[in-house]
């Protein structure tokens, strides 16, 4: 083996190299797990004691930070591993892509698409998509779900969870076939789904497999008694339109023959109240009733309650871990910002205006309510600006989505609604206009940018009302390398009960207007309702 093969096998999975990635000149090579230099969080934190949980399951642990240093030695000519040599082969690789693993006899991690038994059609259109080495998630997840094992995995925002579940499902339907559906796929908004969709499309390309989308247009036909199920093999969904084709009365729509349940945002699926859509994800559950049901969980955050739910539910799992858990890609430049007041937000995204925006930025806020308010505000400020949230028609959607994926808008102001899982390429800048109800949600937001390797900003304004939850925000981003305030860090802890209810509803503030004095009539209780 020379030197090259030796660079080619210690580098493999880590590089990044996207060709569609239009737009960009950079050429980033970015180890995608995204997570060096991380401080590790104290010992009373809350995600410790997840990790505790986790890893306190009775499985053997591969932990990286339990690896021997990393030593490259030149291979012999022997043609194969003796099993420890292979072991430590496995410990090496996963130490380098920062992979922690939990559960029984964890396959090892590919170090390239070829490694593993891909459909030759398949891999020609991964190849097709641009995609040239596995990310550290997909390297681990693909060969674990290729065996047919039941998984949760956690991996930071932009890494590349959605093939590195796509690709295992496909390769396990083969071919189509006329049962109803064999894969289900669920995640929490339509925007989400459309985009699963698009790369579940590209990737079953010339396979014959057929993925279906429930909308609200194709949910009348399946209400009026189209028996989709038969015609075709993947279905995406969100559950909410999944359940209530199901409840409907004389429902065709068939689940039992669902062979993987794809669970995508599964912290935020499990989530109970208005919010969540624990129920959902229930009836979802027992309708899926076949034997051979396995069930993968994905998310780039991870709660005590999903592993805890998984650890009891899910036979023969395997957890799988990219990185510090709950910490934020390391890519993004995260900065936060004292405003003052509310009004003092509004002259600081006009100052960022002024000083020039790097387009396309991503503004989050609260509520619907104070979308409009924003949006009203700076649509006169001669910036190509629009919004988006779940008041806004299906059609209204989906033409802001592609404008801004077009770049005919610069500026989209949005809610909690695109916090999650939407993949624009290359959005430079995130503003939190509002402050982050959790921590959770912050990583999600500002894990809008910094994706696929490519770096990004972003910008947390706060004001003196937001200081009782600034240190947990502040530990994230010290947590993923950022530079903090020390006097952020040694801020009183939140109170739980304080920090639940945070979670549960957002703050009332101050409408968002150039008159200071502008009071409205919306009441609180429709404030805190209207989030997405
Ligand atoms: N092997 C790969 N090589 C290069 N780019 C990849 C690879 N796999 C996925 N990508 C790209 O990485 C980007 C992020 O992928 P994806 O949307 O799946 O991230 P994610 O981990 O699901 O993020 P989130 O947690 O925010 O949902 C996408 O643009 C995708 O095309």
Known sequence: MDAHDIFRKLTSGVKFSKKSFAGSKLTVKQNFNGQTNVVKLGEDDEDVKIKEEIEDDGYPSFSADNDEPVEVKEEEDKPTFNEEQLKEKV??????????????????????????????????NIVKMGYSNPTPIQMQAIPIMMQGRQILACAPTGSGKTMAFLIPVINSLKKPK????????????????????????????????????????????????????????????????????????DSKMDLKHVEWLI????????????????????????????????????????????????????????????????????????????????????????????????????VFVQSKDRAKELFSELLYDGINVDIIHSDRT?????????????????????????????????????????????????????????????????ITFFTEDDKPALRTIATVMRDSGCAVPEFMLSLKKQNKKVKRKLEQSAPVRQPISTNPTYKTNVNKKKRKKNTE
């Not at 289900?184 to 989400?192: H, S």
């Not at 739910?309 to 510090?324: A, R």
Request: aromatic share 6%; net charge positive.
């Open 178 to 249: 006329s049962d109803g559906f064999r894969a289900l796929i669920v995640c929490p908004t339509r925007e989400l789904a459309r985009q699963i969709f698009r790369e579940c499309t590209q990737l079953t390309e010339q396979t014959g497999l057929r993925t279906y989308l429930i909308s609200k247009l194709t949910q009348k036909h399946i209400s009026k008694g189209e028996n989709i199920s038969k015609k075709c093999d993947i279905l995406i969904t969100t559950p909410n339109r999944l359940v209530y084709i199901l409840r409907q009365e």
């Open 263 to 362: 669970v995508d945002e599964s912290d935020k699926l499990f989530e109970v109240g208005v919010r969540g859509f624990r129920d959902q994800l229930g009836e979802i559950y027992r309708a899926c009733d076949s034997e051979n049901i396995k069930r993968a969980m994905f998310s780039a955050t991870h709660t005590v309650h999903v592993a805890k739910w998984c650890k009891k539910h899910l036979k023969g799992m395997i957890s799988v871990g990219v990185g510090h858990r709950n910490t934020a890609v390391n890519l993004v430049e995260q900065k936060l910002e004292f405003v003052g007041s509310e009004h003092g937000k509004l002259i600081a995204v006009r100052n960022l205006i002024h000083e020039g925006l790097h387009p396309p930025v991503l």
């Open 394 to 458: 299906q059609i209204q959607r989906d033409n802001v989505v592609r404008a801004f994926r077009e770049g005919k808008i610069w500026v989209l102001i949005c809610t909690e609604l695109m916090g999650r899982g939407i993949d624009f390429k290359g959005v430079n800048l995130v503003v939190n206009y509002d402050f982050p109800q959790s921590a959770i949600s912050y990583i999600h937001r500002i894990g809008r940018t910094g994706r696929a390797g490519r770096p990004g900003k972003a």
């Open 91 to 124: 410990n090496r690789t996963r130490k380098q892509n920062s992979i922690t693993v939990s559960g029984k006899n964890v396959p090892a991690p590919i170090e390239s698409f070829d490694d593993c038994n891909i459909l030759p059609q398949v891999l020609k």
